[in-house]
């Protein structure tokens, strides 16, 4: 399985951007996917995840009501909307996929496969 990240950039404050993730294998739609973020010289941390079939949600408390995370199976992608984005947003932003149950968990070990991850920078 390899996941491609796409749509990230130099954005100002209070701007918007899409991320997009697209997924090659099959079977998709049979794994929660989420996204996680490394902001300059942290650890990895969790930002969403999304059920299988798109209908559960999970964020961090951090990005409550500004992310959204959806994900269309027919296209194998899982996108993430990120609005009123701040400084402190400012990460490597990666897609992961689950290992196959359908928790949403905030652990990075709970996933198989990861991106390469895509850069967001909010400048303050």
């Known amino acids: 399985v390899q996941l491609v990240e796409s749509g990230g950039g130099l954005v100002q404050a209070g701007d918007s951007l899409r991320l997009s993730c697209v997924a090659s294998?099959?079977?998709?739609?049979?794994?929660?996917m989420a996204w996680f973020r490394q902001p300059p010289g942290e650890g990895r941390e969790f930002v969403a995840a999304?059920?299988?079939?798109?209908?559960?949600?999970r964020f961090a408390d951090s990005i409550q009501g500004r992310f959204t995370i959806s994900r269309d199976n027919d296209k194998n992608s899982v996108y993430l909307q990120m609005n009123s984005l701040k400084p402190e947003d400012t990460a490597v932003y990666f897609c992961a996929q689950g290992r196959g149950g359908g928790a949403l968990s905030v652990d990075t070990g709970e996933y198989t496969y990861w991106g390469q991850g895509t850069q967001v920078t909010v400048p303050s």
């Open positions: 294998g099959s079977a998709f739609s049979s794994y929660v």
């Open positions: 999304i059920s299988r079939g798109g209908w559960t949600t």
